[in-house]
Structures are given as C-alpha cells and as structure tokens.
C-alpha cells in the first residue's frame, strides 16, 4: 500500500504510533459559487493541495508535520441567497477548532496551524480565546497572504478571478470549465469611499457586488501562472512548518 507519511486521511494506525508528529495542519475552505467557470470547491482544493504540498517539502526536510482533513465550510452568511452555498457560522467554528484542539492536545502534537483559504474565514479571535485555555500552540496562515499576488497576477481580484483560475487550471485542470464560459467577474464598488479604501469594513452582500460570482477577470488565467504561483506558495509555507516544527513553544520570543 502507498501512502504519503504527512496526510492523516492516508495514514494507518501502525505509521501513528511510530511517528512523534510535531505539527499539525488543518486546511480550512468553503462551499461556494466561484464564477461560471470554477467548482464550488474550489477554496477546499487550494487550501488541501498547498497543505499537501507544503508539508511534503516540510517532511522531505525532517519536519514531522501532518496534514488533517480539509474542513469544507466557510462563513458565506452573505451568499446565502445563491443555490447551494454552504454556510457556517463563526460560532460552529469556533467549536469545531476547540474539538479538534481537544483532540490532539492528550497526544505528542503541540502545534496547529489553521490553514485558511476562504476570504470570509477569521480565526484570529478565536485563536486568542483557545490559545489562552489550551496547551497546543495555536497559529493561521492565510494562504493567499503567503506571497504578494501582484508579482504573479496582473489582473485584480479576490474571488473566481486570474489567480484563482490559474491555480484551479494547474491544479484540477479537469474540473474547470473553458474560459469563453465564465463570466467577466466585474464587480461593483461601494458607495461609501471608506469602504472602498479599506479602513472602513462592512460585508459585501454577494449578489449586490456582482453578477456572475466572481470578482475579478479570469481571462488571462493560464497553468503555467497557477504553477509557478503554487510552488512559491507552497515553498514559503514549507520554510515556515519547518521553522515552527523546530520551535519550542515556550520559547516563541527572542
């Protein structure tokens, strides 16, 4: 049987025991629309594929770092009126971190690391709630935070545009529709001139911002950008799993 050491859904019982695996990954997504042209899983595969990856590299370098089953909800309490989003609350997260917390915190791995691929996911208030009850250190990366999109991409966006796309064209190539079919991902602006600048916040109401879903013009999207932006993603994340397996958790400060 071949199995990969560092994804526990391909794990056996034998390998855990014999292993004293120092870092735990969760990739976090959602279920939702991405434009015409891209699944509804889309941020589950990004986040699982750069945990997968990530951690490969990581192991390959002697970190002992495991990677969780992909958690497929996201907060998308603003999609709610588009078919089949699936949404879940902050507060069901919050409870389904503190159990997966719970459930490593009796064992040897004293280290997680939320990875986070839905812009509408914040675990940062609840981190600072568990980390100040438990003992496993407790951290986030936001994977499309890892490296500036904009020495990759020249098209802006957030959601089902040029970055996503070549990501999902490198990655699942067979579950992404031709791009003559997605739509221009054009995208309206707030009112309110705050909002826009970023230092004032509010909810985008999804079908109010835009038309088809996405936010962000697709069409220059190829693989080779999705490549090389996954391999820079997934090397950053890598040289970080590495740097935190190594740490004590004690001793986080210099």
């Not at 941020?43 to 192991?59: C, G, H, K, L, M």
């Not at 705050?194 to 879903?213: C, F, I, K, M, Y």
């Not at 999705?226 to 997934?234: E, H, I, L």
Request: glycine share 6%; aromatic share 10%; charged share 25%.
């Amino acid at each position: 049987m071949s199995s990969r050491p560092y994804v526990l859904a391909e794990t056996t019982w034998r390998t855990i025991q014999e292993t004293d695996y120092e870092v735990a990954v969760l990739p976090w997504g959602a279920t939702e629309a991405h434009n015409y042209h891209l699944p509804y899983a889309t941020d589950n595969f990004e986040a699982e594929s750069v945990a997968i990856e990530a951690s490969r590299i990581a192991w390959e370098r002697g970190a002992k770092v495991i990677v969780l089953p992909t958690i497929p909800f996201g907060v998308n309490s603003q999609q709610l009126d588009i078919p089949l989003v699936i949404n879940m609350n902050p507060a069901t997260q919050a409870c389904v971190l503190e159990d997966v917390v719970d459930s490593l915190e009796p064992h040897s791995v004293r280290k997680l690391v939320v990875l986070n691929f839905h812009g509408g996911n914040d675990f940062r208030q609840m981190v600072r709630v568990l980390q100040a009850e438990k003992d496993v250190f407790l951290c986030v990366v936001n994977g499309f935070q890892v490296v500036p999109r904009g020495d990759y991409f020249e098209a802006p966006g957030d959601h089902a545009d040029e970055l996503e796309t070549s990501l999902l064209l490198h990655l699942t190539p067979d579950k992404v529709a031709p791009l003559s079919e997605a739509g221009t991902g054009r995208s309206k602006k707030f009112r309110v001139s705050g909002l826009n600048e970023s230092w004032a916040w509010t909810p985008r109401q999804w079908t109010q911002v835009t038309e088809d879903t996405g936010v962000g013009d697709p069409s220059a999207a190829t693989a080779e950008k999705g490549a090389r932006y996954f391999r820079a993603v997934t090397e950053k994340t890598a040289d970080f799993l590495v740097d935190l397996a190594a740490a004590d958790p004690a001793k986080m400060y210099e």
